[in-house]
């Protein structure tokens, strides 16, 4: 019985506050409380490519730190972030069509009529990109149930 006190005071808030950090910010997919693993949203856009962010440039935002190649980046996002934040959270958006969550790879991703849409991987991305709009319209179709299960997760 004292084990099991112990285990209740001691050892459980320690591991919760140890892997909920990990676990994401909910609707956020975040790795270690970064979201989109510390990958600046915004070069996808300014600099069509994944470039990895600065922690000195750093906001958070539902729950998740962004990160940012620089300042001017940064100052974009926090202006609109919905405008460069990436579709379901950053969710997997092949996993989203299909029902459910994956994490993501930052160097799999495409931007669609003015949106950013991350992938697993890149074998993933090439499955997603084989019919877009279809994929896209089961997304939108699954992600507020997806989305709902999120944040009562939290």
Do not use: H
Not at 11 to 17: M, Q
Not at 20 to 25: D, E, I, M, Q, S
């Amino acid at each position: 019985m004292k084990l099991n006190r112990l285990f209740a005071i001691i050892v459980l808030p320690v591991y919760l506050l140890i892997t909920l950090p990990a676990l994401g910010a909910g609707t956020v997919y975040s790795s270690g409380g970064k979201a989109i693993e510390g990958y600046d949203p915004v070069a996808y856009f300014n600099e069509q490519k994944a470039v990895e962010g600065n922690s000195r440039f750093t906001i958070n935002w539902r729950g998740a730190n962004w990160q940012f190649a620089n300042a001017d980046n940064r100052d974009k996002f926090k202006a609109q972030p919905e405008k460069y934040a990436p579709q379901y959270g950053g969710y997997c958006a092949w996993a989203v069509s299909q029902g459910y969550t994956a994490s993501t790879d930052p160097d799999a991703w495409k931007i669609v009529d003015g949106k950013l849409y991350l992938n697993y991987s890149k074998s993933v991305q090439a499955r997603w990109s084989q019919n877009i709009p279809t994929n896209i319209t089961a997304s939108e179709a699954n992600w507020p149930g997806l989305k709902k299960g999120l944040d009562s997760a939290q």
